[in-house]
Protein backbone atom coordinates (compact mmCIF):
# COMPACT_ATOMS: atom_id res chain seq x y z
CA UNK A 1 0.00 0.00 0.00
CA UNK A 2 1.51 3.45 -0.50
CA UNK A 3 2.26 5.71 2.62
CA UNK A 4 1.21 9.47 2.40
CA UNK A 5 3.98 11.69 1.82
CA UNK A 6 2.47 13.90 4.21
CA UNK A 7 -0.51 14.29 6.63
CA UNK A 8 -3.57 16.14 5.11
CA UNK A 9 -3.16 19.47 6.14
CA UNK A 10 -6.66 20.99 5.35
CA UNK A 11 -10.39 20.15 5.91
CA UNK A 12 -11.97 18.01 3.13
CA UNK A 13 -15.69 18.34 1.47
CA UNK A 14 -17.52 15.42 1.22
CA UNK A 15 -19.77 15.27 -0.93
CA UNK A 16 -21.75 11.90 0.44
CA UNK A 17 -23.24 12.41 3.88
CA UNK A 18 -26.93 11.53 5.09
CA UNK A 19 -28.84 12.61 7.80
CA UNK A 20 -31.99 10.66 9.12
CA UNK A 21 -35.55 11.92 8.64
CA UNK A 22 -37.72 12.16 11.92
CA UNK A 23 -39.48 8.52 11.97
CA UNK A 24 -42.85 11.16 11.93
CA UNK A 25 -41.60 13.42 9.62
CA UNK A 26 -44.21 12.65 7.30
CA UNK A 27 -47.27 12.33 9.77
CA UNK A 28 -45.95 16.53 10.83
CA UNK A 29 -45.24 18.07 7.15
CA UNK A 30 -47.48 16.51 4.40
CA UNK A 31 -50.71 18.46 3.59
CA UNK A 32 -53.22 17.41 6.20
CA UNK A 33 -55.70 16.02 3.70
CA UNK A 34 -52.71 13.48 3.11
CA UNK A 35 -51.94 12.47 6.29
CA UNK A 36 -54.08 9.54 6.81
CA UNK A 37 -52.33 7.96 3.38
CA UNK A 38 -48.77 8.32 4.86
CA UNK A 39 -45.97 6.86 6.74
CA UNK A 40 -47.56 6.23 9.88
CA UNK A 41 -45.33 5.24 13.59
CA UNK A 42 -46.28 2.54 15.78
CA UNK A 43 -45.04 0.70 19.27
CA UNK A 44 -44.08 -2.25 19.09
CA UNK A 45 -44.46 -5.01 22.06
CA UNK A 46 -40.73 -4.90 22.79
CA UNK A 47 -40.07 -1.14 22.92
CA UNK A 48 -38.68 -0.81 19.72
CA UNK A 49 -40.71 1.86 16.68
CA UNK A 50 -42.09 0.17 13.48
CA UNK A 51 -42.90 2.63 10.16
CA UNK A 52 -45.87 1.47 8.10
CA UNK A 53 -46.88 2.02 4.70
CA UNK A 54 -50.60 0.30 3.59
CA UNK A 55 -50.57 -1.47 6.50
CA UNK A 56 -46.53 -3.10 6.05
CA UNK A 57 -43.97 -2.37 7.64
CA UNK A 58 -41.39 -0.14 5.73
CA UNK A 59 -38.11 -0.22 6.31
CA UNK A 60 -36.21 2.28 5.13
CA UNK A 61 -37.01 4.97 7.41
CA UNK A 62 -34.08 5.12 9.72
CA UNK A 63 -33.27 6.71 12.80
CA UNK A 64 -32.30 5.63 16.41
CA UNK A 65 -34.83 3.09 17.75
CA UNK A 66 -35.64 1.04 14.65
CA UNK A 67 -33.55 -2.57 14.53
CA UNK A 68 -32.77 -2.37 11.16
CA UNK A 69 -30.51 0.20 11.59
CA UNK A 70 -26.37 -1.04 11.83
CA UNK A 71 -23.76 1.50 13.47
CA UNK A 72 -21.91 3.71 10.58
CA UNK A 73 -19.10 1.91 8.75
CA UNK A 74 -20.30 -1.55 10.16
CA UNK A 75 -21.72 -3.33 7.49
CA UNK A 76 -19.25 -5.19 5.97
CA UNK A 77 -17.96 -6.86 9.32
CA UNK A 78 -21.32 -7.74 10.29
CA UNK A 79 -21.92 -9.18 6.31
CA UNK A 80 -18.22 -11.39 7.35
CA UNK A 81 -19.92 -12.31 10.86
CA UNK A 82 -16.93 -10.64 12.30
CA UNK A 83 -19.34 -8.69 14.65
CA UNK A 84 -22.49 -9.51 16.13
CA UNK A 85 -26.06 -8.55 15.69
CA UNK A 86 -26.13 -5.41 17.63
CA UNK A 87 -28.82 -2.60 18.61
CA UNK A 88 -28.77 0.58 16.83
CA UNK A 89 -26.88 3.23 19.05
CA UNK A 90 -28.99 5.70 20.32
CA UNK A 91 -26.89 8.48 20.39
CA UNK A 92 -27.36 9.65 16.80
CA UNK A 93 -27.58 13.28 17.54
CA UNK A 94 -24.94 13.82 14.76
CA UNK A 95 -27.63 12.06 12.32
CA UNK A 96 -30.51 14.65 13.60
CA UNK A 97 -29.45 17.57 14.84
CA UNK A 98 -27.45 20.45 12.27
CA UNK A 99 -25.65 21.83 15.37
CA UNK A 100 -23.92 18.31 16.51
CA UNK A 101 -23.44 17.56 13.23
CA UNK A 102 -21.43 20.39 12.60
CA UNK A 103 -19.28 20.43 15.79
CA UNK A 104 -19.44 16.22 14.65
CA UNK A 105 -17.53 17.54 11.28
CA UNK A 106 -15.16 19.33 13.35
CA UNK A 107 -13.95 16.77 14.60
CA UNK A 108 -13.63 14.31 11.80
CA UNK A 109 -11.70 17.01 9.84
CA UNK A 110 -14.95 18.24 7.49
CA UNK A 111 -14.97 21.72 6.00
CA UNK A 112 -18.17 21.05 4.49
CA UNK A 113 -20.59 18.23 3.09
CA UNK A 114 -23.56 17.56 0.53
CA UNK A 115 -26.08 16.43 2.30
CA UNK A 116 -28.92 13.68 1.47
CA UNK A 117 -31.73 12.13 2.78
CA UNK A 118 -31.76 8.47 3.86
CA UNK A 119 -35.60 7.93 3.61
CA UNK A 120 -36.03 10.20 0.71
CA UNK A 121 -33.89 8.27 -1.77
CA UNK A 122 -36.69 5.52 -1.72
CA UNK A 123 -40.09 7.32 -1.93
CA UNK A 124 -40.04 7.90 -6.04
CA UNK A 125 -39.89 3.90 -6.33
CA UNK A 126 -42.33 3.37 -3.20
CA UNK A 127 -45.14 5.80 -4.33
CA UNK A 128 -44.45 5.91 -7.97
CA UNK A 129 -48.32 4.48 -9.34
CA UNK A 130 -49.60 7.51 -7.20
CA UNK A 131 -48.25 11.05 -8.49
CA UNK A 132 -50.37 13.25 -6.25
CA UNK A 133 -49.45 11.54 -3.09
CA UNK A 134 -45.73 11.20 -4.34
CA UNK A 135 -45.39 15.09 -4.81
CA UNK A 136 -47.40 15.74 -1.67
CA UNK A 137 -44.24 13.75 -0.05
CA UNK A 138 -41.43 14.94 -2.02
CA UNK A 139 -43.06 18.61 -1.09
CA UNK A 140 -42.97 17.69 2.76
CA UNK A 141 -40.06 16.64 2.69
CA UNK A 142 -38.50 20.02 1.35
CA UNK A 143 -40.40 21.99 3.76
CA UNK A 144 -39.07 19.64 6.74
CA UNK A 145 -35.45 19.98 5.00
CA UNK A 146 -35.86 23.68 4.82
CA UNK A 147 -36.80 24.21 8.21
CA UNK A 148 -34.47 21.79 10.24
CA UNK A 149 -31.06 21.49 8.48
CA UNK A 150 -31.80 24.12 5.78
CA UNK A 151 -30.06 24.04 2.11
CA UNK A 152 -26.80 26.07 3.05
CA UNK A 153 -26.51 25.80 6.56
CA UNK A 154 -22.94 28.52 7.65
CA UNK A 155 -21.98 27.61 3.99
CA UNK A 156 -20.77 24.12 5.58
CA UNK A 157 -23.73 21.97 5.50
CA UNK A 158 -25.37 22.01 1.64
CA UNK A 159 -28.11 20.19 1.71
CA UNK A 160 -29.24 18.68 -1.45
CA UNK A 161 -33.23 19.19 -2.72
CA UNK A 162 -35.30 16.47 -3.61
CA UNK A 163 -36.51 16.67 -6.78
CA UNK A 164 -39.49 14.57 -9.04
CA UNK A 165 -39.92 15.04 -12.40
CA UNK A 166 -43.21 12.99 -12.32
CA UNK A 167 -44.91 16.44 -12.99
CA UNK A 168 -42.94 19.52 -14.84
CA UNK A 169 -45.01 22.32 -13.31
CA UNK A 170 -44.62 20.90 -9.57
CA UNK A 171 -40.69 20.52 -10.07
CA UNK A 172 -40.14 24.06 -11.29
CA UNK A 173 -42.57 25.31 -7.78
CA UNK A 174 -39.92 23.06 -5.58
CA UNK A 175 -36.87 24.07 -7.48
CA UNK A 176 -37.68 27.66 -7.22
CA UNK A 177 -39.05 27.22 -3.69
CA UNK A 178 -35.80 25.84 -2.93
CA UNK A 179 -33.45 28.20 -4.58
CA UNK A 180 -34.94 31.14 -2.99
CA UNK A 181 -33.80 29.43 0.29
CA UNK A 182 -30.57 29.10 -0.71
CA UNK A 183 -30.45 25.84 -1.82
CA UNK A 184 -27.30 24.71 -3.87
CA UNK A 185 -27.58 21.17 -4.65
CA UNK A 186 -30.50 19.37 -6.28
CA UNK A 187 -31.07 15.61 -6.03
CA UNK A 188 -32.64 12.84 -8.36
CA UNK A 189 -33.20 9.56 -8.70
CA UNK A 190 -30.90 7.78 -11.42
CA UNK A 191 -32.98 6.50 -14.33
CA UNK A 192 -36.19 7.15 -16.77
CA UNK A 193 -38.13 10.47 -15.30
CA UNK A 194 -40.92 8.83 -15.17
CA UNK A 195 -41.44 5.26 -16.84
CA UNK A 196 -41.12 6.02 -20.63
CA UNK A 197 -39.56 9.06 -21.00
CA UNK A 198 -36.29 10.64 -20.46
CA UNK A 199 -35.31 13.36 -18.05
CA UNK A 200 -33.70 14.91 -20.82
CA UNK A 201 -37.07 14.82 -22.92
CA UNK A 202 -38.07 18.61 -24.00
CA UNK A 203 -41.42 17.93 -21.94
CA UNK A 204 -38.74 18.81 -19.02
CA UNK A 205 -37.21 22.24 -20.50
CA UNK A 206 -39.00 24.75 -18.20
CA UNK A 207 -37.53 23.06 -14.65
CA UNK A 208 -34.01 22.75 -16.52
CA UNK A 209 -34.01 26.07 -18.28
CA UNK A 210 -34.52 27.57 -14.33
CA UNK A 211 -31.74 25.09 -13.25
CA UNK A 212 -29.62 26.22 -15.72
CA UNK A 213 -30.47 30.00 -15.22
CA UNK A 214 -29.38 29.15 -11.45
CA UNK A 215 -26.15 27.21 -12.21
CA UNK A 216 -26.84 24.99 -9.74
CA UNK A 217 -25.58 21.57 -9.42
CA UNK A 218 -27.32 18.41 -10.20
CA UNK A 219 -26.57 15.28 -8.28
CA UNK A 220 -28.01 11.68 -9.20
CA UNK A 221 -27.70 10.02 -5.94
CA UNK A 222 -28.03 6.29 -5.90
CA UNK A 223 -31.60 5.17 -4.78
CA UNK A 224 -34.21 2.30 -5.48
CA UNK A 225 -34.82 3.79 -9.00
CA UNK A 226 -37.39 0.64 -9.63
CA UNK A 227 -35.23 -1.59 -11.64
CA UNK A 228 -35.85 -4.68 -8.96
CA UNK A 229 -39.39 -4.18 -9.71
CA UNK A 230 -39.73 -3.96 -13.37
CA UNK A 231 -37.01 -6.23 -14.57
CA UNK A 232 -36.71 -9.10 -12.49
CA UNK A 233 -39.53 -11.22 -13.10
CA UNK A 234 -38.01 -11.39 -16.92
CA UNK A 235 -35.56 -13.11 -15.33
CA UNK A 236 -37.69 -15.51 -13.16
CA UNK A 237 -36.62 -13.50 -10.12
CA UNK A 238 -38.61 -12.42 -7.57
CA UNK A 239 -40.39 -8.90 -8.68
CA UNK A 240 -40.68 -7.94 -5.52
CA UNK A 241 -37.45 -8.56 -3.18
CA UNK A 242 -38.23 -5.49 -1.10
CA UNK A 243 -41.95 -5.85 -0.10
CA UNK A 244 -43.28 -2.54 -2.08
CA UNK A 245 -45.72 -3.83 -4.35
CA UNK A 246 -49.46 -4.15 -3.17
CA UNK A 247 -51.22 -7.90 -3.08
CA UNK A 248 -52.25 -7.00 -7.08
CA UNK A 249 -48.98 -6.74 -8.62
CA UNK A 250 -47.66 -3.38 -9.85
CA UNK A 251 -46.23 -1.33 -12.83
CA UNK A 252 -46.98 -4.84 -14.45
CA UNK A 253 -44.09 -6.68 -12.48
CA UNK A 254 -45.88 -9.97 -12.67
CA UNK A 255 -46.21 -10.11 -8.90
CA UNK A 256 -50.00 -11.57 -8.57
CA UNK A 257 -50.14 -12.00 -4.26
CA UNK A 258 -48.61 -11.91 -1.04
CA UNK A 259 -46.29 -14.37 -1.54
CA UNK A 260 -44.30 -12.48 -3.92
CA UNK A 261 -43.22 -9.93 -1.73
CA UNK A 262 -39.97 -9.23 0.42
CA UNK A 263 -37.86 -12.21 0.31
CA UNK A 264 -34.73 -10.22 -0.37
CA UNK A 265 -32.60 -9.21 -2.76
CA UNK A 266 -30.66 -12.37 -4.63
CA UNK A 267 -27.00 -11.94 -6.01
CA UNK A 268 -28.41 -11.52 -9.69
CA UNK A 269 -30.80 -8.64 -8.37
CA UNK A 270 -27.98 -6.71 -6.49
CA UNK A 271 -25.78 -7.56 -9.84
CA UNK A 272 -28.07 -6.24 -12.36
CA UNK A 273 -30.67 -4.24 -11.05
CA UNK A 274 -29.52 -2.25 -8.25
CA UNK A 275 -26.72 0.54 -9.05
CA UNK A 276 -24.80 0.71 -12.46
CA UNK A 277 -27.62 -0.02 -14.80
CA UNK A 278 -29.99 3.58 -13.80
CA UNK A 279 -26.46 5.92 -13.45
CA UNK A 280 -24.76 4.28 -16.95
CA UNK A 281 -28.56 4.95 -18.72
CA UNK A 282 -28.74 7.82 -17.17
CA UNK A 283 -25.49 9.47 -18.03
CA UNK A 284 -25.91 7.90 -21.59
CA UNK A 285 -29.13 9.00 -22.02
CA UNK A 286 -28.35 12.93 -21.07
CA UNK A 287 -25.31 13.17 -23.15
CA UNK A 288 -27.66 11.29 -26.33
CA UNK A 289 -29.81 14.07 -26.22
CA UNK A 290 -27.19 16.60 -26.08
CA UNK A 291 -28.19 17.23 -22.70
CA UNK A 292 -25.35 19.42 -21.67
CA UNK A 293 -25.47 21.50 -24.68
CA UNK A 294 -28.84 22.41 -24.35
CA UNK A 295 -28.52 23.50 -20.68
CA UNK A 296 -24.89 25.13 -20.66
CA UNK A 297 -24.52 26.12 -17.10
CA UNK A 298 -25.65 22.19 -15.53
CA UNK A 299 -22.90 20.15 -14.54
CA UNK A 300 -24.42 16.87 -12.86
CA UNK A 301 -22.45 14.79 -10.49
CA UNK A 302 -23.04 11.27 -9.50
CA UNK A 303 -23.03 10.44 -6.11
CA UNK A 304 -23.17 7.27 -4.29
CA UNK A 305 -23.14 5.16 -7.68
CA UNK A 306 -19.60 3.57 -7.66
CA UNK A 307 -17.36 3.87 -10.64
CA UNK A 308 -16.53 0.44 -11.33
CA UNK A 309 -19.19 1.20 -14.88
CA UNK A 310 -17.20 4.55 -15.51
CA UNK A 311 -14.56 2.83 -17.77
CA UNK A 312 -17.10 0.74 -19.58
CA UNK A 313 -19.40 2.99 -20.44
CA UNK A 314 -16.67 5.85 -21.66
CA UNK A 315 -15.65 2.96 -24.16
CA UNK A 316 -19.15 2.29 -25.24
CA UNK A 317 -20.46 5.19 -25.29
CA UNK A 318 -17.86 5.97 -28.27
CA UNK A 319 -18.03 2.60 -29.72
CA UNK A 320 -21.98 2.55 -30.32
CA UNK A 321 -22.53 6.35 -31.16
CA UNK A 322 -20.50 5.57 -34.48
CA UNK A 323 -23.08 2.80 -35.61
CA UNK A 324 -25.89 4.96 -34.72
CA UNK A 325 -25.10 8.06 -36.49
CA UNK A 326 -27.59 7.55 -39.18
CA UNK A 327 -30.24 7.20 -36.72
CA UNK A 328 -32.54 9.72 -35.05
CA UNK A 329 -31.34 12.22 -32.85
CA UNK A 330 -34.28 13.52 -30.78
CA UNK A 331 -32.08 16.67 -30.43
CA UNK A 332 -29.88 16.98 -33.14
CA UNK A 333 -27.18 14.87 -34.17
CA UNK A 334 -24.38 15.43 -30.85
CA UNK A 335 -20.84 16.28 -32.42
CA UNK A 336 -17.75 14.54 -30.84
CA UNK A 337 -16.80 11.93 -28.77
CA UNK A 338 -19.30 10.85 -25.70
CA UNK A 339 -16.65 10.23 -23.89
CA UNK A 340 -15.17 13.50 -23.55
CA UNK A 341 -18.33 15.46 -22.75
CA UNK A 342 -18.79 13.18 -19.91
CA UNK A 343 -14.84 14.46 -18.86
CA UNK A 344 -15.90 17.88 -19.15
CA UNK A 345 -19.16 17.72 -17.73
CA UNK A 346 -19.37 15.02 -15.66
CA UNK A 347 -18.38 14.13 -11.99
CA UNK A 348 -17.94 11.04 -9.79
CA UNK A 349 -17.81 10.17 -6.81
CA UNK A 350 -16.32 6.29 -6.71
CA UNK A 351 -16.68 3.94 -3.88
CA UNK A 352 -14.75 3.80 -0.93
CA UNK A 353 -13.56 0.63 -0.41
CA UNK A 354 -12.59 -1.70 -3.12
CA UNK A 355 -12.35 0.81 -6.44
CA UNK A 356 -9.08 2.09 -8.20
CA UNK A 357 -9.47 6.11 -6.98
CA UNK A 358 -5.87 6.40 -8.63
CA UNK A 359 -7.19 4.63 -11.88
CA UNK A 360 -10.44 7.11 -11.89
CA UNK A 361 -8.63 9.88 -11.74
CA UNK A 362 -6.28 8.92 -14.42
CA UNK A 363 -9.11 8.16 -16.95
CA UNK A 364 -11.14 11.13 -16.22
CA UNK A 365 -8.61 13.74 -15.17
CA UNK A 366 -8.42 15.14 -11.65
CA UNK A 367 -10.85 17.54 -11.75
CA UNK A 368 -13.87 15.23 -12.13
CA UNK A 369 -13.45 12.85 -9.13
CA UNK A 370 -15.30 13.79 -5.83
CA UNK A 371 -14.51 11.87 -2.35
CA UNK A 372 -17.71 10.79 -0.62
CA UNK A 373 -17.51 8.89 2.20
CA UNK A 374 -21.42 7.62 2.94
CA UNK A 375 -21.21 8.83 6.47
CA UNK A 376 -22.96 7.45 8.62
CA UNK A 377 -24.89 4.99 7.02
CA UNK A 378 -23.52 1.53 7.84
CA UNK A 379 -21.67 0.70 4.01
CA UNK A 380 -20.11 3.87 4.57
CA UNK A 381 -16.24 4.65 4.62
CA UNK A 382 -16.37 4.94 8.59
CA UNK A 383 -17.27 4.83 11.89
CA UNK A 384 -18.18 7.69 14.14
CA UNK A 385 -14.60 8.26 15.54
CA UNK A 386 -12.32 6.82 12.91
CA UNK A 387 -13.11 9.20 9.65
CA UNK A 388 -9.98 10.82 9.68
CA UNK A 389 -7.96 7.67 9.81
CA UNK A 390 -10.29 5.85 6.99
CA UNK A 391 -9.87 8.84 4.81
CA UNK A 392 -5.84 8.64 5.26
CA UNK A 393 -6.06 5.32 4.38
CA UNK A 394 -8.72 5.87 1.04
CA UNK A 395 -5.80 8.92 -0.20
CA UNK A 396 -2.84 6.12 -0.04
CA UNK A 397 -5.01 3.90 -1.54
CA UNK A 398 -5.29 6.19 -4.47
CA UNK A 399 -1.27 6.85 -4.60
CA UNK A 400 -1.63 10.62 -6.70
CA UNK A 401 0.43 13.79 -6.25
CA UNK A 402 -1.15 15.90 -3.55
CA UNK A 403 -2.56 18.38 -5.64
CA UNK A 404 -4.60 15.88 -7.42
CA UNK A 405 -5.55 15.01 -3.77
CA UNK A 406 -6.48 18.55 -2.93
CA UNK A 407 -8.59 18.44 -5.87
CA UNK A 408 -9.83 15.27 -5.39
CA UNK A 409 -10.77 15.68 -1.28
CA UNK A 410 -11.76 19.15 -1.26
CA UNK A 411 -11.49 21.78 -4.57
CA UNK A 412 -13.78 19.68 -7.10
CA UNK A 413 -16.73 20.01 -4.69
CA UNK A 414 -15.98 23.46 -3.58
CA UNK A 415 -15.87 24.60 -7.50
CA UNK A 416 -19.01 23.00 -7.77
CA UNK A 417 -21.04 24.81 -5.24
CA UNK A 418 -19.60 28.31 -6.39
CA UNK A 419 -17.03 28.38 -3.53
CA UNK A 420 -13.69 30.11 -3.65
CA UNK A 421 -10.83 27.66 -3.21
Known sequence: MATLQKPIDYAVVDADNHYYEPLDLFERYIDPKYRDRTFRVEDTDDGFKRVVFDGRPFGFVGGAGQRQ???????????????????????????????????????QGIESTWMYPSTGVTLENRLEGDPELLMAHFDALRRWLEETWGFANRNRIFSAVPISLVDVDFAVDQVEAALGAGARVIQLLPGPATWGRSPADKVYDPFWERV???????????????????????????????????????????????????????????????????IMETIANLIYNDF??????????????????????????????????????????????????????????????????????????????????????????????????????????????????????????????????
Not at 73 to 89: C, F, K, N, Q, Y
Not at 97 to 107: K, T
Not at 235 to 263: C, F, H, I, Q
Request: overall charge negative.
Open 292 to 421: FGRFPNINVASVENGAIWVPYLLEVMDNMKGMGRNGPWPNGYVSGKFSEVFRQRVFVSPHHFTEDIGALIELLGPTQVLFGSDFPHAEGMSGVDDYRDRTAELVARADRPDDEIRLFLRDNARRLLGLDV
Open 69 to 107: RIRPGALRARLRGEVPEEEPDTDDAYAAEPEVRLALMDA
Open 212 to 278: NEAGTLVTFHLGNSGYMERYSGDWGENPDPDGVLSDDGWKGSGATGPESRGSGRSAFQWMMFYRDRP
